[in-house]
């Protein structure tokens, strides 16, 4: 496993941005790719994004495509997710995740997660 540290969350206006941050520990950071998942009281956790290992690839469910970013650097052990025009359907706490799979959805096949950050958008 490898520890994970989601921040940048915050209360925000609908319209607004973030740049969410997740560094993980040890030396082992470029082994995984990484997810983001969501969760919004009452709701299933929710796939929004995932990095290959390398960045070769990025992949985004469709509620967050042409808004958010997902990007990593491997030097800094860091993924992060830029979140631009938030809604307020958006509002969730994410959870950043790691995984030696090569599944980019199921959420089930992460090895590591964080204990998340809580985005909040008003409208």
């Known amino acids: 496993q490898v520890l994970l540290v989601e921040s940048g969350g915050g209360l925000v206006q609908a319209g607004d941005s973030l740049r969410l941050s997740c560094t993980a520990s040890?030396?082992?950071?470029?082994?995984?790719?990484m997810g983001w998942f969501r969760q919004a009281p009452g709701k299933e956790r929710e796939f929004v994004a995932h990095?290959?290992?390398?960045?070769?690839?990025?992949y985004y469910a469709n509620s967050v495509k042409g808004r958010f970013t997902i990007s990593r650097d491997n030097a800094k052990n860091t993924v992060y997710l830029q979140v631009n025009s938030l809604k307020p359907e958006d509002t969730a706490v994410y959870y950043c995740?790691?995984?030696?799979?090569?599944?980019?959805?199921?959420?089930?096949?992460?090895?590591?997660w964080g204990q998340g950050t809580q985005v909040t958008v008003s409208s």
């Open positions: 995740a790691a995984s030696l799979s090569y599944s980019v959805y199921d959420w089930a096949r992460y090895d590591s």
């Open positions: 040890g030396r082992t950071f470029s082994s995984y790719s």
């Open positions: 990095i290959a290992r390398s960045s070769r690839s990025t």
